[in-house]
């Protein structure tokens, strides 16, 4: 499958932009990380740092991005501001283990400032949001407490110790290891409006959310991926959302597949199918899926989210939420 990102458009972040490197930027890529407090924090940054590898590793990151193999970019000031390189984050992906590395730096005189915590933090976000990984790994040598900070405020969790050769110290060096999966990294989840005495179940409120499978003519069936900033960002649902108050589920669904997909369906379109019951630590979900076959007007991403025609059997080639699991089974083997 895909990323969803074919050519890189660059992040902002609150105070900054983290966008791809840029021949031109060689030179002072160069005279930021060729400084032994930068370098002997990196693993691997040789120092001295030669000139010419500056326009090498450019020449990498680019290609990398092309690839999709690895995110490495430069913090920068918007270019209304100046557009001055503050340091660089980076992600390297794991294909296999669906995880990816994180890696930073911030030049020496903008420490202190919090730039490394708003641009890992945003990359961390956008990329379990955006690319197919459940996960992030990062280290930290034993001693740079700093580093470790930075990590444990974007929601890293400790996972114990190891040893990392470091090129600028010649050799290995013993290294705090840390983690971060999709829950670690989204905001937190407020329980839904006080439900009804009847509807707390285990302590817990009921959420009600409707939920379709939009089947197109070849049979396929439509995905959208959560996006970043919400819970559960970068898994893929069925099209839907909560039911309010005075609505009926079929209401519900009419009007979020309008504000969210653009098209129009009616009631008599939408056929109950099965449905989810699920413990997520905050609520229960209660999740009504219809099956609609017949809309009118053209599927489009209105609130920018990835969508994604698929076929039944290659369902499982999507990471979904828990709840979801027991539905995609049953939808298989139907269609
Ligand atoms: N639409 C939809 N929601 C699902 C599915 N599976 C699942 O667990 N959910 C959960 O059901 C809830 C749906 O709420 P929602 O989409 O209206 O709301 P949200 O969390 O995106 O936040 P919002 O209130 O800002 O829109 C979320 O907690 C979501 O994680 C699914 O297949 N489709």
Redesign the pocket.
């Known amino acids: 499958m895909p990323d969803s990102t074919p050519a890189f458009a660059p992040l902002a972040t609150e105070r900054f932009v983290l966008r791809p490197l840029r021949a031109e930027d060689a030179a002072e890529l160069h005279r930021l990380v060729n400084d032994w407090e930068v370098a002997k924090t990196l693993a691997r940054v040789p120092f001295p740092y030669p000139r010419q590898l500056a326009d090498e590793w450019i020449a990498s990151t680019l290609e990398q991005i092309a690839e999709g193999t690895a995110y490495h970019l430069a913090i920068a000031q918007p270019e209304a501001e100046g557009g001055a390189m503050l340091g660089c984050v980076g992600l390297t992906i794991e294909r296999e283990e669906r995880s990816a590395e994180l890696g930073y730096w911030v030049a020496r005189r903008h420490w202190g400032q919090g730039i490394a915590p708003e641009a890992a933090g945003r990359l961390a976000r956008w990329a379990i949001a955006n690319l197919n990984i459940d996960r992030i790994t990062a280290s930290a040598l034993t001693d740079n407490a700093r580093s470790a900070a930075v990590l444990r405020r974007i929601g890293f969790r400790d996972a114990g110790k190891g040893q990392r050769d470091f090129l600028s110290r010649g050799g290995g060096m013993p290294v705090l290891l840390f983690e971060a999966g999709r829950a670690d990294l989204a905001p937190p989840v407020a329980p839904p409006a006080p439900a009804p005495e009847a509807a707390l179940a285990g302590g817990k409120p009921i959420?009600l959310?409707a939920?379709v499978g939009l089947i197109d003519p070849d049979n396929r069936v439509l995905l959208a991926r959560?996006p970043e900033g919400?819970?559960?960002a970068g898994l893929w649902?069925?099209?839907?959302?909560?039911v309010r108050a005075g609505e009926t589920p079929e209401v519900a669904l009419i009007r979020?597949l309008k504000e969210e997909l653009g098209i129009d369906v009616t009631e008599a379109c939408l056929a109950p199918f099965a449905f989810?019951s699920?413990g997520?630590e905050a609520f229960h979900?209660l999740?009504p899926l219809f099956l609609c076959r017949r809309w009118q007007g053209q599927v489009t991403a209105l609130e920018g989210q990835a969508l994604a025609w698929v076929r039944p059997q290659r369902l499982a080639d999507y990471a979904?939420?828990?709840?979801?699991v027991p539905?995609v089974a049953l939808l298989r083997d139907f269609l």
């Open positions: 959420l959310v939920a959560r919400k819970p559960l649902e069925f099209p839907g959302g909560k979020e989810a699920h997520y979900l999740m979904m939420p828990p709840a979801d539905l």
